[in-house]
């Protein structure tokens, strides 16, 4: 039986306006995370890049050793990282499922993968980022339903990355017990109205569709310079700026002659206001994570 394994797991823009805590797409970077099974010593020694705060590449390593009943080994742990960490786009979920596709691996795959995803939608708490993390694509989920959504190839995600972090418990707290029930009703055609403009490629409905009424609303004041960014993308020509997950990164959507524009436009937005800012454009990736 094998004794170590890498795993590489793609990074994930969640949300896309409408499309709250249950829609996100691949992007075409990420994260790769090595496990090797040691004889003994401490239960996990990390080689590499520090991650901070609790290890989920571990924790979700050790819960599939858990759930079948096994003593967790020994691991090493060597990483290499390229997705910020806490900046909206998926490095939780990349650890997770990492940890939990290499412990499926090492036990020899004895579990249907559905199972397995399931336990790490579980402990991500929400599947918009861990399913379109394990399985590449723009990812709907309702349920145990999993539908790929057709992105059109004219459809440019460009993020704009802000030095500062903003960690999802942060971003979940200034959420709502309740919404008005005219607010339901907006999202619901919205999110109709975002993925058959991503499907299309249609301009209005993107412009349409990246409208949200559950989230957006309540967390843009948690991200200084929000209103200028936004300003300029929109100015640059972008359909459209939302929350990149839980934030604070910032996507807009643009035509491919237009996105390094408005990358351009974002980052200098939020240099106008002091804050050091990165862009990336971006691709949608059919491919989630990969065993090695």
């Known amino acids: ?57 571990y924790r979700g390593f050790a819960l599939m050793y858990e759930r079948l009943g096994q003593p967790v080994p020994p691991v090493t742990l060597t990483l290499e990282l390229n997705v910020p960490l806490a900046r909206g786009l998926g490095s939780s979920a990349t650890a997770i499922v990492a940890g939990l596709r290499a412990a499926h691996y090492l036990l020899g795959n004895p579990m249907p993968e559905s199972q397995v995803l399931a336990w790490a939608v579980g402990l991500e708490g929400h599947p918009d980022n861990v399913v379109p993390a394990w399985w590449g694509g723009c990812r709907l989920t309702c349920g145990e339903r999993v539908c790929l959504i057709p992105w059109h190839p004219e459809i440019i995600p460009v993020f704009a990355i802000p030095e500062f972090e903003l960690s999802t418990a942060q971003a979940r707290a200034v959420l709502p017990s309740q919404i008005p029930y005219p607010d339901a009703v907006a999202n619901l055609g919205a999110l109709g109205c975002l993925l058959q403009g991503l499907r299309e490629g249609s301009p ?32 640059a020509g972008a359909y459209g700026v939302v929350i990149s997950g839980a934030g604070p990164t910032l996507l807009a959507l643009s035509t491919p002659a237009q996105a390094d524009g408005v990358a351009k436009a974002m980052v200098q937005a939020w240099q106008g206001v002091g804050i050091g800012a990165l862009s990336r454009v971006s691709r949608v990736s059919d491919q989630g994570a990969q065993v090695a």
């Open 204 to 235: 209005e409905l993107l412009r349409t569709g990246l409208r949200d009424h559950l989230h957006q609303p309540y967390r843009r004041g948690l991200i200084p310079g929000y209103d200028p960014v936004e300003a300029a993308a929109l100015a």
């Open 1 to 57: 039986m094998a004794t170590e394994v890498a795993v590489w797991v793609p990074a994930t823009t969640a949300n896309l306006g409408s499309g709250f805590d249950c829609l996100g797409a691949a992007l075409d970077f990420g994260n790769r995370f090595h496990f090797a099974l040691r004889e003994g010593g401490e239960p996990v020694q990390v080689v590499g890049a520090q991650i901070g705060g609790e290890n989920l590449a």
